[in-house]
């Protein structure tokens, strides 16, 4: 017993232990370790690691290490400031297990990032009893290292998105998503032309040429600088975004419908907007027994209502003529309704079919940035200090490294 040694636990070089004191804090024991330099070593430089001379000595910094079972472990570490010739002036030493003026040691920092991989911010300062902005400064770091750098190689076909930070739609954030892999290669705050700039600036001209499709809303934008810095790549429209767009022409003819009512359809409209934009699908049984009779005692929304299953048949199509052919007949119909709203969104369908009729060759769509906006949802939830964007943006990117193709395994 008497060989026993907690030296093992400190594997520390160009130090050595001195001396240490065990003291209660309530019922929760503490650990302090006195800690000086290794004399047989000559002191490095922590900004160029260049040997040099000892100019002054006496200096103590308190550094948390990580726990020994139950019990907090602090160092007090002795150590010198040192005359590099090579920085020409005086600088402190570099210590193996902590950076010139971090008050935690490297290895308790490579586990507090382990640990915000699986719990939040706060419950990682809770659970090492340490300050929420200590845990947030040292997993942002680790961010920056491990997804600082934007990583172009690879990217063939792109989704383009943009997520709301606040509620109200106040402020935005542009996620660019590697569709291939579904890895997060980009966030950028706004979602304008100099913020798809930001993201494009980084790419050299192979890799602008080797994206070949970008799939995203019908937003100018995004469209004018994905034609000005990938002018071969092929834009798709979304499908989702095509029906929510025709969405609000269905609740306008809505309103329009319950303006215009009696008492006794009135009563049916009443509430019919969530039936009317879900997909049947979603509906429960007694939600499409109901929406089923207001189809049949209203031609006019039943019309509508039959155009938005018909729109979602055009992406159905791998033939661009035949594709072509579904949507001019969808615009035939949808003309038979006189409504501005659907005469101006029959326009816009006719200024983007370029992008609709794309998704033929190029069936991609910005579906997986559904699973993405999820999880931005519970990161926004639960993530220390998401104002900051920039930390934001590395933790949405952190959840989403994406998959390594099929084809580069073996």
């Given at each position: 017993?008497?060989?026993?040694?907690?030296?093992?636990?400190?594997?520390?070089?160009?130090?050595?232990?001195?001396?240490?004191?065990?003291?209660?804090?309530?019922?929760?024991?503490?650990?302090?370790?006195?800690?000086?330099?290794?004399?047989?070593?000559?002191?490095?430089?922590?900004?160029?690691?260049?040997?040099?001379?000892?100019?002054?000595?006496?200096?103590?910094?308190?550094?948390?290490?990580?726990?020994?079972?139950?019990?907090?472990?602090?160092?007090?570490?002795?150590?010198?400031?040192?005359?590099?010739?090579?920085?020409?002036?005086?600088?402190?030493?570099?210590?193996?297990?902590?950076?010139?003026?971090?008050?935690?040691?490297?290895?308790?920092?490579?586990?507090?990032?382990?640990?915000?991989?699986?719990?939040?911010?706060t419950?990682?300062?809770?659970?090492?009893?340490?300050?929420?902005?200590?845990?947030?400064?040292?997993?942002?770091e680790?961010?920056?290292?491990?997804?600082?750098?934007?990583?172009?190689?690879?990217?063939?076909?792109?989704?383009?998105?943009?997520i709301?930070?606040?509620?109200?739609?106040?402020?935005?954030?542009?996620?660019?998503?590697?569709?291939?892999t579904?890895?997060v290669?980009?966030?950028?705050?706004?979602r304008?032309?100099?913020?798809?700039?930001?993201?494009?600036?980084?790419?050299?001209?192979?890799q602008?040429?080797?994206?070949?499709?970008?799939?995203?809303?019908?937003?100018?934008?995004?469209?004018?600088?994905?034609?000005?810095?990938?002018?071969?790549?092929?834009?798709?429209?979304?499908?989702?975004?095509?029906?929510?767009?025709?969405?609000?022409?269905?609740?306008?003819?809505?309103?329009?419908?319950?303006?215009?009512?009696?008492?006794?359809?009135?009563?049916?409209?009443?509430?019919?907007?969530?039936?009317?934009?879900?997909?049947?699908?979603?509906l429960?049984?007694?939600?499409?027994?109901?929406?089923?009779?207001?189809?049949?005692?209203?031609?006019?929304?039943?019309?509508?209502?039959?155009?938005?299953?018909?729109?979602?048949?055009?992406?159905?199509?791998?033939?661009?003529?035949?594709?072509?052919?579904?949507?001019?007949?969808?615009?035939?119909?949808?003309?038979?309704?006189?409504?501005?709203?659907?005469?101006?969104?029959?326009?816009?369908l006719?200024?983007?079919?370029?992008?609709?009729?794309?998704?033929?060759?190029?069936?991609?769509?910005?579906?997986?940035?559904?699973?993405?906006?999820?999880?931005?949802?519970?990161?926004?939830?639960?993530?220390?200090?998401?104002?900051?964007?920039?930390?934001?943006?590395?933790?949405?990117?952190?959840?989403?490294?994406?998959?390594?193709?099929?084809?580069?395994?073996?």
């Amino acid at each position: 017993m008497s060989g026993l040694s907690i030296a093992p636990y400190f594997p520390f070089v160009r130090v050595k232990m001195v001396s240490q004191k065990v003291y209660m804090d309530g019922e929760r024991p503490g650990a302090v370790l006195t800690v000086e330099p290794d004399q047989r070593y000559r002191p490095l430089c922590h900004v160029c690691g260049f040997p040099g001379a000892i100019h002054s000595t006496g200096l103590h910094r308190i550094v948390r290490d990580l726990n020994l079972g139950p019990a907090q472990t602090f160092l007090k570490v002795a150590y010198r400031r040192v005359w590099c010739a090579r920085c020409g002036k005086a600088l402190v030493e570099r210590l193996s297990f902590c950076g010139a003026s971090q008050r935690v040691t490297d290895r308790l920092r490579r586990y507090i990032y382990d640990l915000c991989k699986v719990m939040t911010v706060t419950a990682v300062a809770r659970h090492l009893d340490l300050d929420p902005k200590t845990v947030k400064a040292v997993e942002k770091e680790f961010l920056e290292r491990d997804f600082g750098r934007t990583d172009y190689r690879g990217l063939t076909l792109l989704a383009i998105d943009e997520i709301a930070l606040h509620e109200g739609h106040e402020g935005y954030m542009t996620v660019v998503l590697d569709y291939v892999t579904g890895r997060v290669v980009w966030m950028g705050e706004g979602r304008n032309m100099e913020t798809l700039d930001a993201f494009f600036a980084g790419m050299t001209a192979a890799q602008k040429q080797a994206i070949e499709a970008v799939a995203m809303d019908m937003w100018e934008p995004f469209i004018n600088r994905v034609r000005y810095h990938c002018p071969n790549a092929q834009i798709v429209f979304d499908l989702f975004h095509v029906v929510k767009a025709y969405g609000e022409v269905v609740d306008e003819v809505r309103r329009d419908e319950q303006r215009k009512a009696d008492t006794s359809m009135g009563r049916i409209l009443k509430g019919s907007r969530y039936l009317l934009l879900s997909n049947r699908s979603h509906l429960k049984v007694d939600q499409r027994r109901r929406l089923r009779e207001l189809l049949d005692l209203n031609a006019r929304l039943s019309t509508v209502y039959i155009l938005k299953d018909a729109l979602k048949h055009i992406y159905r199509y791998r033939s661009r003529a035949w594709a072509k052919k579904a949507l001019d007949a969808w615009c035939d119909l949808a003309e038979l309704v006189d409504h501005p709203l659907m005469r101006r969104f029959i326009g816009r369908l006719r200024y983007f079919e370029y992008g609709i009729l794309n998704h033929c060759e190029y069936p991609i769509s910005t579906s997986p940035l559904e699973g993405v906006n999820n999880t931005i949802k519970e990161i926004k939830r639960h993530a220390y200090g998401f104002h900051d964007s920039r930390y934001f943006a590395l933790k949405v990117k952190q959840a989403f490294p994406g998959k390594i193709p099929t084809t580069e395994i073996g």
